[in-house]
């Protein structure tokens, strides 16, 4: 049985920093295209930012671009999402998810993510 479990939310000023972390078991974090989600109150949810399954690429949404970075360590089975310069805007519950997909990371579609973590909470106070 495969799970994901995120570690590292928390409360934090705008302009502050955040790691995040997934850590994966039950099958290699190898196997998969990783991506990170969220979701804030009253709003449906939405991608943050996906690396491959080799970890050759990445993808962010506009959003995050620049701010935040995706990171993959296979030998210890966790994926990471570092988080700077956060805003009010970026709080949220923060998900991992794995995908089989092995295609280009930016059309992965989110249905094709098929395994999900529970969430962590961000918070960002202005």
């Known amino acids: 049985q495969v799970q994901l479990v995120e570690s590292g939310g928390g409360l934090v000023q705008a302009g502050g920093s955040l790691s995040l972390s997934c850590a994966i078991s039950?099958?290699?974090?190898?196997?998969?295209?990783m991506g990170w989600f969220r979701q804030a109150p009253g709003k449906e949810r939405e991608f943050v930012a996906g690396i491959s399954w080799t970890g050759g690429s990445t993808y962010y949404a506009d959003s995050v671009k620049g701010r935040f970075t995706i990171a993959r360590d296979n030998a210890k089975n966790t994926v990471f999402l570092q988080m700077n310069s956060l805003k009010p805007e970026d709080t949220a519950v923060y998900y991992c998810a794995a995908s089989w997909n092995r295609g280009a990371i930016h059309l992965i579609p989110v249905a094709q993510y098929v395994y999900w973590g529970q969430g962590t909470q961000v918070t960002v106070s202005s």
């Open positions: 039950g099958r290699a974090v190898s196997t998969y295209a």
